[in-house]
């Protein structure tokens, strides 16, 4: 059983490559009704976006009450460039076996704007080359850390970490603009369940994970987080898929 975590859809598209290729189930946490039942699993996978180089605190808690079965495990950390220290801490809470990160195309637009198209579909050309290597070592059992860790990766993992959990979740610079037309789809998508439509337009509660789903998958692009996204593109991997 291979869960994952996605916010636009990298690594959605990684945990079901890797199933395909393992003979697996990929099952997305967010819409999880249950625990679930792992009995009978010779592997178990998490695969999730790199937020922060930690794991999302809602992969981490997820993976905190996984039973320990003694199938393989295995964790994969899509990230846009680095990991840090990302893997090592979520294998506290659930100890994994093997531990990759997977570069894919950076979707942080409230830090800086989108690579171009030319290194976007680098980027997941090669990511689905490394699936491949992956999934050989994962049914092989291999124990394997192959993670692109970074400078100053306790720093980051640590402090940096813990303060973007603190502060930079927040739901207040997230508006919709003129363009929103009520039609819903933000609220209907959410992972978190947080956002609901007043009067026809969005309107952000508390809990957030920061996936971005909102903000990039928008139809007409209306949704900003303060004031630096407004000139910046949207991702989603579906509009690179057909490309590759
Ligand atoms: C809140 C947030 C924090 C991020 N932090 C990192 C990071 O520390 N290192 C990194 O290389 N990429 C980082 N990224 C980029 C994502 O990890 C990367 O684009 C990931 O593949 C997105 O996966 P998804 O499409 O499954 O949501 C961050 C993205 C977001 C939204
Ligand atoms: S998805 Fe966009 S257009 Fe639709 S309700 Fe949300 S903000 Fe408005
Ligand atoms: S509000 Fe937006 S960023 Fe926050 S969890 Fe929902 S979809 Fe993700």
Same mark, same amino acid.
């Given at each position: 059983?291979?869960?994952?975590?996605?916010? !636009? /859809?990298?690594?959605?598209?990684?945990?079901?490559?890797?199933?395909?290729?393992?003979? #697996?189930? %990929? +099952?997305?946490?967010?819409?999880?009704?249950?625990?679930?039942?792992?009995?009978? &699993?010779?592997?178990?996978?998490?695969?999730?976006?790199? $937020?922060?180089?930690?794991?999302?605190?809602?992969?981490?808690?997820?993976?905190?009450?996984?039973?320990?079965?003694?199938?393989?495990?295995?964790?994969?950390? !899509? +990230?846009? %460039?680095?990991?840090? @220290?990302?893997?090592?801490?979520?294998?506290?809470?659930?100890?994994?076996?093997?531990?990759?990160? @997977?570069?894919?195309?950076?979707? $942080?637009?409230?830090? &800086?704007? @989108?690579?171009?198209? #030319?290194?976007?579909?680098?980027?997941?050309?090669?990511?689905?080359? &490394?699936?491949?290597?992956?999934?050989? &070592?994962?049914?092989?059992?291999?124990?394997?850390?192959?993670?692109?860790?970074?400078?100053? %990766?306790?720093?980051?993992? /640590?402090?940096?970490?813990?303060?973007?959990?603190?502060?930079?979740?927040?739901?207040?610079?997230?508006?919709?603009?003129?363009?929103? !037309?009520?039609?819903?789809?933000? %609220?209907?998508?959410?992972?978190?369940?947080?956002?609901?439509?007043?009067?026809?337009?969005?309107?952000?509660?508390?809990? +957030?994970?920061?996936?971005?789903?909102?903000?990039?998958? +928008?139809?007409?692009?209306?949704?900003?987080?303060?004031?630096?996204?407004?000139?910046?593109?949207?991702?989603?991997?579906?509009?690179?898929? #057909?490309?590759?």
């Amino acid at each position: 059983m291979i869960f994952y975590f996605s916010g !636009t /859809g990298n690594s959605r598209w990684a945990a079901r490559q890797l199933a395909a290729r393992t003979g #697996d189930k %990929a +099952c997305d946490i967010a819409a999880l009704r249950q625990p679930p039942d792992l009995r009978g &699993e010779s592997r178990v996978g998490l695969v999730f976006p790199v $937020y922060a180089w930690g794991p999302p605190q809602v992969v981490a808690a997820f993976a905190g009450k996984l039973a320990r079965t003694g199938a393989f495990t295995f964790g994969v950390g !899509t +990230c846009g %460039a680095e990991a840090g @220290l990302a893997l090592k801490n979520l294998s506290r809470v659930y100890p994994l076996d093997s531990c990759y990160s @997977l570069v894919m195309p950076s979707n $942080y637009i409230v830090a &800086e704007d @989108l690579e171009s198209d #030319d290194v976007i579909c680098q980027k997941l050309a090669a990511a689905a080359r &490394e699936i491949e290597q992956m999934a050989g &070592e994962i049914l092989a059992r291999r124990k394997v850390y192959r993670v692109k860790e970074g400078p100053m %990766a306790r720093f980051k993992s /640590g402090m940096v970490n813990a303060g973007f959990n603190r502060f930079a979740r927040s739901t207040k610079p997230f508006h919709a603009d003129d363009r929103c !037309t009520g039609c819903g789809q933000c %609220a209907r998508d959410c992972p978190a369940g947080t956002i609901t439509l007043t009067d026809g337009r969005p309107v952000w509660g508390k809990t +957030c994970y920061q996936c971005l789903r909102c903000l990039h998958e +928008c139809p007409q692009q209306a949704i900003q987080y303060g004031k630096g996204t407004q000139h910046r593109g949207r991702y989603t991997i579906q509009n690179y898929l #057909d490309k590759l």
